[in-house]
Each structure stands twice: as structure tokens, then as C-alpha cells.
């Protein structure tokens, strides 16, 4: 973006770009440029500079959670096992994510179990085992086509009998649009919550950084369905630049705990909303 | 919807018949939010009504009586002129076997979209040979292999110790040792600015000289389709396009903005995860669904 000495008309109009272009969302482009276009005719940004902080500092707030205790804590404060469950729609990354996070965990030295509830999709079963496998972490399963609850049920009894700290529950991709699954999803976590009466203590789901606007109507829809409590923001390695999480985060007040940035099991990182709005302007 | 996005914008027309230049300025603003809110990219958008304002500013609207209806029909006219414009059938002509590579970025559906194709490929008359060549990720081979089980579809033994180049060569010898007249090979995920993967892509395309390279591409990808699309394009020359997960409530802007930067035609939607979920691509259909 250019260097100007003032904030003129053009100016606003190439920022407006640069975060429509970012995946931002023209409603939440349109309402973030309004308060910035009234800010200007009030005099208060004196320059370009001024400008600039002042629309990071708006999308720092869209990207926060207020009062929101981070995922550690959680972990720390439940009595094991701590039952993650992560959902969201075909190929986002649900399934890479939780290798990640399981090796993250472990890492910080905890015992970690996973759950092989995509009991639908070809090899779904066989990639999380081969997962379990590199990270030597163990991996509940049953055969493929059977139900999903059963699967969660049992990872959990698993969790308590061989005194895990985290159990995470991985399922199938679903469009949130499909009634059935969502219904499915719905059963999953009734019967997790039977064995368990806390679990699922925490429900993650998982967006990808390429997704457009629909990714609000999954947020919105997940929500619905599973009382999501936190996001994982995957595939920011590439050149999207996942500007549709700043509506996300503000509309259903779920903060991102996570950022995928690669395929490995090392490549996952804290969400920083400072790092993730000055990725925006790059 | 666009329609009375635009009746809204018209109707301060006082009975005179006549819209001013500043009215239908208005409506470009109006069609251009439309095709933004469906994930159209902003440089297409810009370029699209520009296309579009000529005959905005015409005859047509200036003396229409429902001027919304017309501007709505110029927009869709345009947008299935420009989804429709060129050759959409699956090109197997040539050198048999025929040969078709899916690429694509992380997650988009290329191994599903691979088992989907043979299928219908068959039904066509066609003897299909799958060959995963995808050879990082946990279990694609597998993928692949259950959903040859699942059609009874032939499908080349991959290891994940070959190269994917080397995997392509081998499988197109056997498929024309075994009568097999149709290749399609499943690649890994990749990210488009990863030199190294886009020249196993090169090499694979060098080894076997395919009909058809198709970008499988994810309906609810955002701003960065264009990214994506240009650089498949300029690195492998893609042949068409299969756009995923039309099943969803995504608008599917990324249609318009990758034909808009690579010229090329999507050729096949995916509707759904069963093996039978996929139909030829319909210009008209994803035209509606763009404009909401
Ligand atoms: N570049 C990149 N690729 C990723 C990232 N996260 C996941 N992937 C890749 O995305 C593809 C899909 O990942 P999966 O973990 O199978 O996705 P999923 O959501 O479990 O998919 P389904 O179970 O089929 O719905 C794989 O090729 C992963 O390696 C990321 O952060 N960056
Ligand atoms: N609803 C729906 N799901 C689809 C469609 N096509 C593929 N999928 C699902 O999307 C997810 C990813 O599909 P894959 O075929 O594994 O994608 P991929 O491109 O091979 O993934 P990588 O090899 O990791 O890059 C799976 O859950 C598929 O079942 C579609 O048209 N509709
Ligand atoms: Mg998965
Ligand atoms: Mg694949």
C-alpha cells in the first residue's frame, strides 16, 4: 500500500480492497469502513499512520474473546479425562489438526488417547491410526461404517480406565447444511455426555483459511447444533489470508485457540489476533 | 435478492420512464456487492461490471419499464456467456490410454473426485485405471484403494516409497498391457507457491502427457481462487476445472473468478460424498446460485 501524507478518499478505498481482497466480507468491510470514514470526517486519524492503527486495532477487537480462559487452563482445572471433541465440514483439516494437537499436548507432557469416530469416509480409520502410529500416541477405534457414538463412548471409558488427560474425539466432515449429520453430531455428544456428564468438555471446530464468506454460515450452523467453544484456523501457509475469521469470532463470540500452517505435526501454532491483522495488511 | 436490490435503486423512477446515469451507476454498485457477498474476487468484479455497464447504460434498461429485471438479466446473461464459453466435455481423444491427472490444493476432493470420475467414466462405456499418486499423505493409497474396492474398479499398487512421476509412467504401461484405455491419477494436496510440488506436477505431466489436467477446486474457496487458479494454470496449463462440494450453501463466486483468470471451462461439479455424486457443470444453474 502506497505511501500518502494524507488520508484521502483513494486511500480508503485501496484499504477497502485490501481487506476484501483479505476475505474480510463485504457486510464486515462495509461497517468497519463506516465507523473508519465518520473517525476521518471527525478528524481524529491525522495521517495514514493513524489510519492504519486504527483499523488493526478494530480487527484486534473482532478477533478477541473477552474473558475467555485459554484452552491450558481449561485442561488444567477439569479432573481427566479433558474430552475434546473437533467437528466441521469435508477436507478442512479436522483430522490433520488433531495429530497436531495431540503431539502438542504431549509435548507439554501430558497423556493424550484419540478417538476414530469417522467411521464413513474411505480410510478415515487407517490415516489416524497411521497418525497414532508417528506419534506414539494410542488410537480408539471400531470398524468402518459402525456408529460414531459407540466409538466416542468407548474412547472415553478408555480415557478414565488407563487415566488419560485428554481425550480427542475426531469425526467425519459434514456440510452443515446436511440435517442428518448434524443430527448425528448432536446424538455423538448425548452420548459422550452419558458417559461423561462434563464431556465434551470442549468442541473445536475447525475452518480453513481459503473458505470464503460460507464460513460464517458454518460457524453459525456448528453452533446450532454443538455449542462450538472454540476454532482452529487451518492452511494459513498458503496465500489466503483467512479475513473471514474476523466476522467469525465477532458474531458467535468463539475465540481461536489455534493456526494450522503446514502439513507436519509441528505445524501448529497459539493464535495471536496482533501477528494475524498484521498478516492482513501484507 | 439482486432483483430487488435493484427495484429499490429504480424506483425513484417518478413515471418519466427514463433512469438517469447516476441510477444505474447505483445498480453497478448493487451488482457488484451481490457478486462480492458471493465470493467472486474483488479484481473479477470490478472487470465483470465493467464488461456489463454498456449495455447497462443502453437502450434496454434506459427504456425498460421493470429496468431491475433487465440489469438482473444482463448480469446473468453475461455470467453464463462467460461460464459457458468453451469446450466442457471430458477430452479423451489422442493417444490411448487416455490419461487424466486431478490437482488441486489441500482438501479440495481430488481423491473422492478421482473415484467419482471413474465411475462415471465407466458408465460411459470406458474401462478406467486408478492410480493414487499421492504418496504423503497418512493413508491416501488406502483412500484410494477402498474406493476402487468399493466401484471394483482397477487401481494401480502404489507404494509410498515410489515417486509420484515414476508411479504415473508405470501405471500407463500397465493400463495399456492390461486394455485399460482411461488413466486418472489422484495427486497430493498442495499449496501452489511450493516450487518442489508443482515440479513433481511438471514432471508427472512431462511423464505421461495427459488429455485433461483438472483443477479440483473447493465451491466455498474465497478471495484467493484467483491466486490458486493463475498459478495451476501457468505452471501446468490446466485443461478444466471440478468444482467440490456444490452440495453446501456456498455461492460458489470462485466459479466466475477462476474461469475469469485461466479461461478454462469447469467441466464437472461435485454434489456429494457418495461415489455417484458428481453431473456435468451447468452454466445456468451456478449463474442463478451466484446471484442468490
Ligand atoms: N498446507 C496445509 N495443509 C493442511 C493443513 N491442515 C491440514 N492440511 C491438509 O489438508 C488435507 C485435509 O486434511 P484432513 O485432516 O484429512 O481434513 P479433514 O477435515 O479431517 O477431512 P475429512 O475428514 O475428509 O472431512 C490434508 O492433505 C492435510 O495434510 C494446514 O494447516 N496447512
Ligand atoms: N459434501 C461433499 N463432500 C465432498 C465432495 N467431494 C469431496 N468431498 C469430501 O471432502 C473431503 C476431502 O475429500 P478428499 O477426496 O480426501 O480430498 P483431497 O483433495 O483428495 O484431499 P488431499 O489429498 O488431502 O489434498 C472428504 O470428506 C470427501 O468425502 C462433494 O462434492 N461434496
Ligand atoms: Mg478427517
Ligand atoms: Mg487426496
Redesign the interface.
Known sequence: LTFRKEIDPDLLDELE?AM????MG??TVQHLFDRLRSDVKRNELKDPQALRQRIKSYLKDMLTVTDTVSLEEKIGAASPPFVILVVG?????KTTTIAKMAHLFKEQGKKVLIAAADT????AI??L???GK?LDIPVISHQPGSDPSAVAFDAIEAGRSRKMDIVIVDTAGR????KNLMEELKKIRRVMGRKLSEAPHETILVL?A??????V?QARLFMEATDVTGIVLT?L?????GG?AAAVVHEMKIPIYFIGIG?KMTDLRSFNAEEFVNALFE | TLGNRLNKVFKKLKGYGKLSEEQIQEGMREVRLALLEADVNYKVVKDFVAGIKKRALGQEVMDSLTPGQQVVKIVHDELVALLGSSNQQIDLAGRQPAVIVLVGLQGSGKTTTAGKLARWLRKKGRKPFLVPADVYRPAAIEQLKTLAKQLDIPVFPSETSMQPPEIARQAVAQAGMSNLDTVIIDTAGRLHIDSELMDELRAIKEAVSPQEILLVADAMTGQDAVNIAEAFDRELSITGVVLTKLDGDARGGAALSIQSVTGKPVKLVGIGEKLDAIEPFHPDRIANRILG
Open positions: 480492497e476484501v481482497m483479505a476475505d463485504v457486510g465440514v469435508n477436507g478442512v483439516g464413513f469416509r474411505a480410510a487407517d490415516q491410526q497411521q497418525w508417528r456440510l452443515h447444511t446436511q480453513d481459503t473458505t470464503g464468506q460460507n464460513a454460515s492452511k501457509d498458503g496465500t489466503a489470508k473471514i502439513e
